[in-house]
């Protein structure tokens, strides 16, 4: 009994039970996650439109400005870019300076639940540090989107914080279908439609 009480259980709706804090892959489920990110907001909510930007539709916007980047990408890289932010379906979607304040173990939780989800759909347990970069250069590019066409920013206080991106918003196919909220079906469905469109 001291053992379960010293787990972090959650118990999904595929019918899986996620031990948050020591994760196997295992434990799971495109399903879950799709269910979990599509209803998950980004910028806490704080965003315009008739539905919150969630973190699926985030997902896949970052999936497509990474392909604009590495248009010869692999579909294990692919699927590493998409499922970037996969833990936030337990984890929720913290701003990244209360990351910050919150120190070290946050961050070491957040790597152990991504490399399970990683290893779950037989991809690398980490990406290679090339690799890193070019899903952080393609997240920090679908903020500043976000931040100027959903959450308010001025283009200049966007520049500021996340750089100026460097393949324009016309340059990414379908990209005013991809900044628009979606309703919580459809973020599932994209995510699930994305990932299907290039799994392994």
Same mark, same amino acid.
Do not use: C
């Given at each position: 009994?001291?053992?379960?009480?010293?787990?972090?259980?959650?118990?999904?709706?595929?019918?899986?039970?996620?031990?948050?804090?020591?994760? @196997?892959?295992?434990?799971?489920?495109? &399903?879950?996650? /799709?269910?979990?990110? +599509?209803?998950?907001? %980004?910028?806490?909510?704080?965003?315009?439109?008739?539905?919150?930007?969630?973190?699926?539709?985030?997902?896949?916007?970052?999936?497509?400005?990474?392909?604009?980047?590495?248009?010869?990408?692999?579909?294990?890289?692919?699927?590493?870019?998409?499922?970037?932010?996969?833990?936030?379906?337990?984890?929720?979607?913290?701003?990244?300076?209360?990351?910050?304040?919150?120190?070290?173990?946050?961050?070491?939780?957040?790597?152990?639940?991504? @490399?399970?989800?990683?290893?779950?759909? &037989?991809?690398? /347990?980490?990406?290679? +540090?090339?690799?890193? %970069?070019?899903?952080?250069?393609?997240?920090?590019?679908?903020?500043?989107?976000?931040?100027?066409?959903?959450?308010?920013?001025?283009?200049?206080?966007?520049?500021?914080?996340?750089?100026?991106?460097?393949?324009?918003?016309?340059?990414?196919?379908?990209?005013?279908?991809?900044?628009?909220?979606?309703?919580?079906?459809?973020?599932?469905?994209?995510?699930?439609?994305?990932?299907?469109?290039?799994?392994?």
């Amino acid at each position: 009994m001291a053992r379960l009480s010293a787990r972090a259980w959650q118990r999904m709706l595929s019918g899986r039970r996620l031990d948050i804090l020591d994760p @196997s892959p295992m434990d799971v489920e495109l &399903s879950d996650i /799709a269910h979990g990110l +599509a209803r998950v907001a %980004r910028w806490n909510g704080q965003t315009q439109g008739d539905y919150p930007f969630s973190v699926a539709q985030h997902s896949v916007l970052v999936l497509e400005l990474f392909r604009a980047h590495q248009p010869d990408s692999d579909p294990i890289s692919q699927l590493q870019a998409l499922l970037h932010d996969a833990p936030e379906y337990v984890m929720g979607d913290i701003i990244s300076p209360f990351k910050a304040a919150m120190g070290g173990n946050y961050k070491d939780v957040e790597n152990r639940l991504l @490399s399970a989800i990683y290893l779950r759909f &037989s991809l690398p /347990a980490a990406p290679s +540090a090339t690799l890193s %970069r070019q899903i952080k250069k393609a997240d920090r590019e679908a903020a500043y989107f976000e931040a100027l066409h959903l959450a308010g920013f001025a283009e200049s206080e966007a520049r500021k914080f996340f750089g100026e991106p460097s393949v324009p918003a016309f340059d990414v196919e379908q990209f005013d279908r991809l900044i628009r909220p979606w309703p919580t079906r459809e973020a599932h469905d994209r995510f699930i439609a994305s990932f299907e469109a290039i799994a392994i």
